[in-house]
């Protein structure tokens, strides 16, 4: 049975889609690395994995990449996991280049989805910003690591019976290279649309920057985040953060709702986990409408008002 190690650097961070993608390789023992957690974020993920490995926290109490990578190079000495899996986002752009070269082992990165071919390490990962998407292999050797991406898995459930936890040593003879200042909060208005469970999504079909207003009206009224194509972000009219796509972020919400949206494949490879889609669009021959539940024909200035007087109705 193959050893898959997950690298989770704070509690319960991707953990369940981490332990999705592992286990989506078969016949697998997880194993989770953490740094810092207390006994009850060890064992919410021992509801998940095989085992966990609670490492010190890093001084400062924050996650440190050259503190992890000290720590985990050893210890993936002696254990030899299969693979080692990271969710791909800063922690793991800061972690997995530098423990991949101390470990000695080819890496793919930002996959969104992860397999075996002749017992070598595949996965399919976005390239071109998003405009195509590739099959790569790693070369042969003994282990393996990978980054996946945010929302590539769905979360798995819990184990039916709990792991065990153990402690792992602190990194000897660590001197540190760099110091944590501080965190800076995010500005107001900024989201994580990842989180969202209602979106609604504005593509090139808004036409103008202020016609924008229909959409987050809409928005509020149903409780929802904004979301939004590429060329909407490439007009300067939203931010990066709220971009859906292979170059943009990957979302599982329950509901979807796309306006003015064409559907490209780059766009809705961003979407994971089967949500509700709903889609208005004046062209009938718009992709959108492949991927959607409930399609409608028509003018979105006209269906967007008409939508939302009857939502706010509803909601009284």
């Known amino acids: 049975m193959r050893e898959i190690l997950i690298v989770v650097p704070g509690p319960g961070d991707e953990a369940a889609e981490l332990t999705a993608a592992a286990r989506s390789l078969g016949e697998v023992r997880v194993t ?9 974020a060890a064992a919410d ?66 996959c969104l989805e992860i397999g075996l071919r002749d017992g070598r390490l595949v996965g399919v990962r976005p390239l071109h910003g998003g405009k195509v998407r590739a099959r790569v292999a790693a070369v042969e050797a003994a282990g393996y690591l990978a980054t996946v991406r945010p929302g590539a898995y769905p979360a798995a459930a819990a184990a039916a019976a709990a792991g065990q936890v153990v402690e792992g040593p602190a990194p000897t ?106 889609a208005i669009n004046q062209d009938p021959a718009a992709p959108i409408f492949a991927a959607a539940d409930v399609g409608i024909v028509g003018d979105l200035f006209d269906l967007v008002p008409l939508l939302e007087e009857k939502i706010r109705e509803r909601r009284g």
């Open 32 to 40: 989770a690395a953490v740094f810092g957690a207390d006994e009850e």
């Open 45 to 110: 993920l021992a509801g998940l994995c095989e085992r966990v490995v609670v490492f010190p926290a890093a001084p400062g109490g924050v996650f440190d990449g050259e503190w992890a990578a000290a720590a985990l190079t050893p210890w993936i000495a002696a254990e030899q996991p299969f693979l080692v899996l990271l969710a791909h986002g800063n922690d793991a752009l800061d972690l997995a280049p530098l423990l991949a070269a101390r470990t000695d082992r080819p890496m793919l990165s930002d």
């Open 173 to 278: 003879g660590f001197s540190p290279r760099r110091e944590f200042v501080g965190a800076v909060a995010a500005e107001a208005g900024e989201v994580d649309i990842t989180q969202a469970e209602v979106l609604v999504a504005v593509g090139r079909g808004i036409e103008e920057e202020e016609n924008l207003d229909l959409i987050r009206s809409l928005a509020e009224a149903l409780g929802a985040e904004v979301a939004c194509t590429r060329p909407i972000v490439d007009k300067g009219w939203l931010e990066k953060s709220r971009q859906v796509g292979t170059s943009g972020r990957t979302v599982k919400p329950k509901v979807y709702l796309a306006i003015g949206v064409s559907g490209s494949f780059q766009h809705l490879g961003g979407l994971k986990g089967s949500p509700f889609l709903a």
